[in-house]
C-alpha cells in the first residue's frame, strides 16, 4: 500500500513564526505535490516537484516556499505565518505520467494549521 | 468559468438508492479523470480512475466518463450511511500530472 506520511497532524503557531511541514512517501514517486484545502475553496495547489531539487509553482504559490532534497521528502516552508495561512494542509505523491495510467495522487493524512 | 464544476450538493438519498454525482470540465484535451472520496476531517482518498470513454464498474462503484459531453460522472449503487462524505472529481489538466480538483459534492445517506 502506498504511504504518505505527514509529520503533525495538528500545529498552532503565531504571526511571522517560520513553519515546516514535511512529507515522507514510501512509494518511490516521482511527483510529490502540497495543496491547502479552505472550505467552499476546495483543494488548491501550492507547489509540486517532478525530481529531486525541482519545483514547480502551483496556483497559490505566494507567501510558501518548498524543499526537495530527496526523493522521499517533500518539505513546504511558510517564512512569515500569517493568519490567512490557517487551513489544512495535504501533500500528495504519484508516479510521472506513462501513458494515461498509474499516475494517480495518493494523500497524506493532512495537517491542520492555526496561525494565531 | 471553473475548469472542473460539481454541484456543492448536499445530495441526500435514502439508504439502498442509487446516488449519482455529476463533474463537467472545460479542457477538452484532458485524458485522465479520478474520483475521490473525503470524509469530514480526512484526506481525500481514491475510489476510482477513468481514462476512457464509457463506464467502468468497481463493486458498488461505477465511473461514466463522455469525452464529447466533457462530462464525468459517479453512481453509487445500494447507498450505504457509510458513503455519507464530499466527492472530489479530479482532472488531469495540460500540465502533464497536475490535477484540477472540482470543490466537492456533499453526499448525504439517510437510513
Known amino acids: 500500500d502506498v504511504k504518505v506520511t505527514q509529520s503533525s497532524r495538528y500545529l498552532v503557531k503565531r504571526t511571522g513564526e517560520k513553519v515546516f511541514l514535511e512529507c515522507v512517501q514510501d512509494?518511490?514517486?516521482?511527483?510529490m505535490f502540497w495543496y491547502r484545502q479552505d472550505p467552499g475553496l476546495g483543494l488548491r495547489l501550492i507547489y509540486f516537484?517532478?525530481?529531486?531539487?525541482?519545483?514547480e509553482k502551483g496556483d497559490i504559490p505566494e507567501g510558501y516556499s518548498v524543499s526537495r532534497e530527496k526523493k522521499e521528502r517533500f518539505s513546504l516552508i511558510l517564512e512569515s505565518a500569517s493568519t490567512n495561512q490557517t487551513s489544512m494542509y495535504l501533500c500528495?505523491?504519484?508516479?510521472?505520467?506513462?501513458?494515461?495510467?498509474?499516475?494517480?495522487?495518493?494523500f497524506g493524512p493532512g495537517t491542520r494549521l492555526t496561525v494565531l | 468559468q471553473k475548469e472542473v464544476e460539481q454541484n456543492s450538493g448536499p445530495l441526500s438519498v435514502p439508504e439502498g438508492a442509487i446516488a449519482s454525482l455529476n463533474c463537467t470540465y472545460s479542457?477538452?484535451?484532458?485524458?485522465?479523470f479520478f474520483w475521490y472520496r473525503q470524509y469530514s476531517g480526512k484526506s481525500p482518498e481514491l475510489i476510482m480512475s477513468?481514462?476512457?470513454?464509457g463506464d467502468k464498474e468497481d463493486g458498488r462503484f461505477t465511473a461514466q466518463l463522455n469525452k464529447a459531453s466533457q462530462y464525468v460522472s459517479l453512481l453509487i449503487r445500494d447507498s450505504q450511511p457509510s458513503d455519507s462524505a464530499t466527492y472530489l472529481c479530479?482532472?488531469?489538466?495540460?500540465?502533464?500530472?497536475?490535477?484540477?480538483f472540482g470543490t466537492g459534492t456533499r453526499l448525504q445517506v439517510f437510513p
Open positions: 479542457d477538452r484535451g484532458s485524458q485522465s
Open positions: 516537484s517532478y525530481d529531486v531539487k525541482m519545483k
Open positions: 477513468i481514462y476512457s470513454n
Open positions: 479530479a482532472v488531469m489538466g495540460m500540465i502533464a500530472d497536475k490535477l484540477i
Open positions: 512509494m518511490d514517486h516521482e511527483n
Open positions: 500528495a505523491s504519484s508516479f510521472r505520467l506513462a501513458g494515461e495510467r498509474d499516475n494517480e495522487q495518493f
